[in-house]
């Protein structure tokens, strides 16, 4: 059986018992608060995201929705090292259950691994990946390696010079016992 399912108007349930699963992509310019993130052109930027629902039983509640959700986004970025433009690669996964009211997710989420949201028919999936990017952000954004490092150090002789300088303290010591 196929599905078309709206990743902005999900029935949490009816996606949970199907055992649906939603792969899409969206641009990043339809996410507001992720979208002030970015420094640069993110008109061609896409968030590319994966939900797969089920019907778990842990033997205490019963039948219950859960949906297991992954998205990443390569957000450019400032380098916080070399101050050039990064392409940071922003993801996660995370599992989420639902339950009937606020109450019961409240008094849940705290004692669960998981994150405990309350069923919907019109569950807007892309808030929830926006949300879920926004606190995966890298504290500090930078390359793996910058681009320009190694130019840097060579650029600045009197820099190598210091170090090849400064007499090697064990070498001096070798020295000193050579007399009798
Ligand atoms: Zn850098």
Not at 9 to 15: D, K, S, Y
Not at 17 to 38: F, N
Not at 54 to 66: F, L, P, Y
Request: charged content about 25%; aromatic content about 6%.
């Amino acid at each position: 059986m196929k599905h078309d399912y709206d990743a902005l108007h999900l029935n949490i349930a009816g996606f949970a018992m199907e055992r649906g699963t939603l792969t899409g992509t969206d641009s990043l310019v339809r996410m507001e608060r992720l979208a002030t993130e970015a420094q640069g052109s993110i008109e061609s930027t896409v968030v590319r995201y994966c939900a797969h629902g089920s019907m778990r039983t842990d033997g205490v509640s019963g039948e219950q929705a859960w949906l297991v959700l992954t998205a990443e986004v390569a957000l450019p970025m400032i380098c916080q090292r070399c101050l050039g433009p990064v392409d940071v690669t922003v993801q996660f996964e995370r599992e989420f259950r639902f339950v009937a009211t606020e109450e019961i997710a409240e008094e849940q989420d705290e004692e669960s691994e998981e994150d405990v949201l309350v069923l919907s028919r019109d569950f807007n999936l892309l808030d929830l990946i926006e949300d879920e990017l926004l606190m995966a952000l890298p504290v500090v954004p930078k390359h793996t390696v910058c681009p320009g490092a190694i130019k840097l150090q060579v650029a600045d002789p009197g820099f190598a010079e210091d170090v090849a300088e400064k007499p090697n303290p064990f070498a001096v010591l070798g020295q000193l016992k050579k007399w009798p």
